[in-house]
């Protein structure tokens, strides 16, 4: 199935309703399907078709969603490019993805310097390179009605570039069928109201982004989207729409249980907050719901599983320190070096199977077949699971630090860290040592005072 149809079926199932809140403008989900129809003309008037790469390399605003349902309904690929990146990395992955066209704005245009493919600027008054199109003026004239192209399953929808931790990012190809059985599932761990708001913090270039985004149009529920995060905004904006529920990151909440004035905004609304992409220390559960109410549901994943794994739900049992089981239709082993399942309750690899996993590493092939054996995903991750099927994730297998031949744990003693009272945020690395081979070098931020 195209996963634009998720868009159509939002439709025909919910009507027409304000969908999203930006920056003071409100837009029904027909608006955003209208402008999305209308830029699916310009860009196959342009030459894209099915199968062609198309970049979005934007900050959070409407004009991402609308391109990402454009560029499906034309069955082409979205090529989502994080717009903090230098021009090396963008240059990179415009030539590895053979992209034929960057949809982005004249602030980062500059970026693409020496590129001689096709550029569509959202809000160009002024700036981007010569022979640019300005997106507004694209889109003004062409028909709001289009015929989305049909995809099969495994029919590749996104390449997402991963930094990982050596060589150049490894482009992860997700197909439809891969990111609608992941937001499928996420939309099944949380029960919101159908006239919730829920705070769009993420951003869209990643896959946590992607899934959240997907799951809303699924459930129906509304978002208000913000251009990236600001601790004040966010408090401020839950206080104003009455948000339910929030997709983050550890970082994001440590931010705002130390922020200031954290104190003077209205949080009660707060159901959910979804945490995952790091480790979550167990030290600011208890203060952070305290504080701002609501439920913290730490989850895992990886962009290689588009990108959820694992999950707590709302209305299940939670246990600290957990990132929950499997979600529906995934299964997680744990395995040795030797590609062994171990016992529960022990440490190893851990490995994912399921409709989420990814078709490969795009133009990649002894990559692909490194971390795709035996009809695992290999996340790289040491975890382990416990007898009710709740995964913990110990930590990543490249981050393990080996002192003396001893096996410690970067992430245990950054919960030991956090425990302490004047500590803020902490972050352990391996250093290389003479004697041991390696020691444990910490890194903290102090609390005000």
């Known amino acids: ?70 560029i499906w309904r034309l069955g082409a690929v979205i090529v989502p490019v994080i717009f903090l990146l230098g021009p090396e990395e963008v240059r ?17 245009a500059w970026k693409l310097e020496g590129w001689t493919g096709t550029v569509i600027l959202v809000g160009a008054e002024s700036g981007g390179p010569a022979g640019a199109l300005a997106y507004e003026e694209l889109v003004a004239r062409e028909p709001d009605r289009f015929e989305t192209v049909e995809r099969a399953d495994r029919d590749l929808a996104v390449i997402l570039y ?16 891969n990111l609608a059985a992941n937001a499928r ?58 948000v339910q ?14 922020h200031p004035d954290a104190d003077r905004f209205d949080t009660s609304s707060m159901r959910i907050w979804g945490s995952g992409a790091a480790p979550l220390p167990v030290e600011i559960v208890e203060p952070f719901e305290k504080r701002f109410g609501g439920l913290i549901l730490e989850g895992y994943g ?21 990132v929950g089981p499997p979600i529906p239709g995934v299964e997680v082993g744990i395995f040795d070096d030797a590609d062994r399942q171990v016992p529960v309750g022990e440490a190893g690899e851990v490995c994912v199977r399921g409709p989420n996993v990814m078709l490969g590493y795009y133009r990649m092939p002894e990559e692909t077949a490194a971390a795709l054996r035996n009809g695992w995903l290999h996340t790289g991750d040491i975890g382990r699971l416990d007898r009710d099927g ?15 031949g001893l096996n410690i744990y970067p992430r245990e003693v950054e919960e030991v860290l956090y425990a302490h009272p004047k500590i803020a945020e902490g972050a352990v690395v391996g250093m290389p040592d003479p004697l041991m081979g390696e020691d444990v070098l910490a890194f903290v931020v102090l609390r005000p005072g």
């Open 1 to 70: 199935m195209n996963l634009a149809r998720l868009g159509e079926e939002n439709r025909r199932r919910f009507g027409e309703y304000v969908s999203l809140a930006f920056e003071g403008r409100e837009l029904t989900n027909g608006d955003q399907q209208r402008a999305a129809n209308r830029l699916a003309h310009a860009l196959s008037r342009l030459g894209a078709g099915p199968g062609d790469r198309v970049v979005v390399m934007l900050p959070n605003c409407p004009e991402v969603l609308q391109a990402y349902a454009a």
């Open 92 to 108: 990179h992955i415009l030539a590895h993805s053979e992209a034929r066209c960057v949809i982005t704005s004249p602030e980062f």
């Open 162 to 177: 991963t930094a990982g931790t050596t060589g150049r990012p490894k482009g992860v190809a997700l197909s439809h069928g």
């Open 185 to 242: 599932a996420a939309a099944s761990l949380y029960e919101l109201d159908r006239e919730a708001w829920a705070l769009g913090v993420l951003p869209l270039s990643h896959s946590y982004g992607l899934t959240v985004m997907n799951a809303g149009a699924i459930l129906g529920t509304r978002a208000v989207l913000l251009r990236w995060f600001n601790p004040e905004l966010v408090l401020e904006t839950i206080q104003r729409h009455r």
């Open 245 to 258: 529920q929030m997709s983050g990151v550890p970082t994001m909440y440590v931010y705002l249980l130390n």
């Open 302 to 322: 990886l962009t290689e599983a588009a990108p959820v794994v694992s999950a707590h739900r709302y209305s299940g049992e939670r246990k600290l320190g957990s």
């Open 390 to 404: 709740f995964l913990y994730i110990v930590e990543r297998k490249k981050d393990l630090i080996i002192r003396g």
